[in-house]
């Protein structure tokens, strides 16, 4: 079956590391996009790439990169400057074109501060 | 940009009918979906609207009205299982991104 995947589903952070966080789609999608969710607050877009080697910022980047080397991988790394990292973070993919196709989700990862 | 709002929270009986409005206010308005999230799982697509009008999936129907920047989501024979978040999201032209932004969501409690 094709889907996306997102690893680890928990991930604790200390003080001062980078953590890079793993999103592989298998459904042939040009498009891949990373949101953070925190409660009461939505779906709030990171970055996203509409095809391989190339990505934009979204409305919160600071304190996060991306890579996409690979058609299929969009890693998310939570940079230490990123002060607040405290949340669920939801990668998606999507064909590129405009249409009635809809993001497809992977099953998160809980970010916590050791 | 885009300024999409729903209302937080909803309640609603089993077996009831609910509404779930989502206005919003765009430049150049390209289409409106509807997820459904459980907590802490990933959000799945329920519905799509681009022209006016009413679309109907078996117990969810999702309506829009583009003049007046609204839409709402329809859930019929509420179950238990239906407690869940429910999020709008709007795409737009601007930018020439055609990223969907999302509205806050709404969590709609069913008891029995």
């Known amino acids: 079956d094709g889907g996306i995947t997102q690893s680890p589903k928990y991930l604790f952070r200390k003080e001062g590391q980078n953590v890079t966080l793993s999103c592989e789609q298998n459904?042939?999608?040009?498009?891949m996009y990373w949101y953070r969710q925190d409660p009461g607050q939505g779906l709030r877009l990171i970055y996203y790439?509409?095809?391989?080697?190339?990505?934009q910022k979204g409305d919160i980047a600071e304190g996060y990169s991306v890579s996409r080397e690979k058609k299929e991988s969009f890693p998310l790394t939570v940079t230490s400057a990123q002060k607040n990292p405290t949340a669920f973070y939801l990668c998606?993919?999507?064909?590129?074109?405009?249409?009635?196709?809809?993001?497809?989700f992977g099953d998160g990862t809980r970010l916590s501060i050791l | 940009g885009q300024n999409i709002d729903q209302p937080t929270e909803m309640t609603a009986t089993e077996g009831a009918i609910v509404q779930i409005n989502c206005t919003y206010q765009?430049?150049?308005?390209?289409?409106l979906f509807w997820y459904q999230q459980h907590a802490g799982e990933a959000p799945t697509f329920l519905s799509y609207?681009?022209?006016?009008g009413l679309e109907e999936k078996g117990r969810f129907s999702s309506f829009l009205s583009r003049s007046k920047g609204y839409s709402y989501l329809l859930l019929k024979e509420l179950q238990m299982k239906d407690s869940a978040s429910y999020l709008c999201?709007?795409?737009?032209?601007?930018?020439?991104?055609?990223?969907?932004?999302f509205g806050r969501g709404t969590s709609l409690i069913v008891h029995p």
């Open positions: 998606a993919s999507s064909i590129s074109t405009p249409s009635n196709q809809p993001q497809h």
């Open positions: 459904l042939n999608h040009d498009a």
């Open positions: 790439s509409q095809i391989v080697n190339d990505f």
């Open positions: 765009t430049s150049g308005f390209n289409g």
């Open positions: 609207n681009v022209l006016d």
């Open positions: 999201a709007v795409r737009d032209t601007s930018g020439g991104s055609y990223i969907p932004t």
